[in-house]
């Protein structure tokens, strides 16, 4: 079975400052991860996946996150948050990148302070 | 390219009354196509695999019969709440399988039963 963990269910940063949402995998088969952006009433938007290739995975808006095997992790990072960032975000793991449903975290809600 | 549709995007109703939500891939075709669950402040859980052409595969603890899926061609899926009460309410959200064997969102659709 494959599960996702997302520490801290809510996360606030000043603007200009370093954003980091922690996720952290469990799967018996080679994972692929997904980070997802979600606004108010709105559907998800992919931000990066990690589909087995680059380890360093970079994305959209200035978002990327890496892939640490050793450590179950796969964390989101963007150097310096803007007021446009505040969303929930949510890790999600899979078997495959489409054929599989995927298993959500719970969420994290980031706020950015000006 | 890879855009998917709901409608309605809000629909509010009486309980005891069915209403009908719709997922389209618009601009490619999707033998498969997942439909999510998400309550408030809560993550996405699966409620169903929809594939063409079969019956859809649901999950534990969700009741076919009440939520019925249909994927009648390779652009459509609809899922069905029959007999809605006040504790369907919630946010209905599908993806479909596309280009690149990757998943796609809809915009999901809120559902409030009176």
């Known amino acids: 079975a494959q599960s996702v963990t997302q520490l801290g269910s809510h996360v606030s940063v000043s603007e200009g400052a370093l954003v980091l949402l922690r996720c952290n995998y469990s799967s018996s088969v080679p994972p692929y991860l997904f980070w997802y952006v979600q606004y108010p009433n709105q559907g998800l938007q992919l931000l990066l996946k990690?589909?087995?290739?680059?380890?360093l995975v970079k994305g959209i808006n200035g978002f990327e996150a890496e892939f640490k095997k050793s450590e179950t992790s796969f964390h989101l990072t963007k150097p310096s948050a803007h007021m446009s960032d505040a969303a929930e975000y949510f890790c999600?793991?899979?078997?495959?990148?489409?054929?599989?449903?995927?298993?959500f975290g719970k969420g994290t809600r980031l706020s950015v302070i000006a | 390219g890879a855009v998917v549709s709901q409608h309605p995007s809000r629909v509010i109703c009486k309980s005891g009354t069915s209403v009908k939500i719709e997922c389209r891939s618009l601009d490619f075709q999707a033998t498969t196509m997942f439909w999510y669950r998400q309550f408030p402040k809560q993550s996405l859980m699966l409620m169903a695999t929809?594939?063409?052409?079969?019956?859809?595969?649901?999950e534990q603890g969700v009741e076919k019969d009440k939520f019925l899926i249909n994927h009648a061609s390779l652009t459509l899926s609809t899922l069905t709440v029959t007999s809605a009460h006040p504790e369907d309410s919630s946010f209905y959200i599908c993806?479909?399988?596309?280009?690149?064997?990757?998943?796609?969102f809809g915009p999901g659709t809120r559902l409030t039963v009176l």
């Open positions: 993806s479909a399988k596309g280009p690149g064997n990757e998943q796609f």
């Open positions: 990690y589909t087995s290739a680059a380890t």
């Open positions: 929809s594939n063409e052409g079969s019956k859809a595969t649901y």
């Open positions: 999600a793991v899979s078997r495959n990148s489409g054929n599989t449903p995927l298993v």
